[in-house]
């Protein structure tokens, strides 16, 4: 006597999905740590690249080129600038579930805002209305004479 052969019972449908939605395999871990750090290394560089370009501007605001006050507010708007941009790129990682990416770009994003913030604060006593010195500084009665001695040596005797 054979026995029969059972049939195979077909294998369950997967579960629906939501559209657009993919499954998640290892490899998109590993573009999700890869673009993360490449995105951080090249904010990185930018950022270093503006505060060059601010550094010299401001040296070269030193030597008679632009007012300091104006470096400092292009440097502050292209800070806030990048901010913005990293939170738009952080967004859109979120929205393509790269979750390692959208936190590393929300953390760059907070660190330029803290940077803005520091420089405008650090930059806020520098910049200010500073008093004019007085254009003849009051030194005593002793100094107003030459050499301390008659009355048609100091000014006005």
Known sequence: MTTPTPTPKP???????????????GS?????????????????VAVTAGLYVAAFAAWDAQGGGDDPGTVVIVLLVGLLLAAVAVAVVSGRAFRRRAPV??????????????????????????LGPQTPAPSSPYRGTYGQCFSGGDSHECPGG
Not at 11 to 25: C, L, N, Y
Not at 105 to 125: E, F, K, N, T, Y
């Open 101 to 126: 990416t959208g936190c590393v770009q929300a953390l760059v994003c907070a660190a330029l805002l803290a940077g803005a913030a520091g420089i405008a604060h650090q930059s806020r006593d520098h």
């Open 11 to 25: 294998a369950p449908p997967p579960a629906p999905r939501a559209p657009g939605e993919r499954r998640r395999t």
């Open 28 to 44: 998109h871990w590993f573009a999700d740590i890869a673009t993360a750090l490449l995105l951080t290394l090249l904010e990185a």
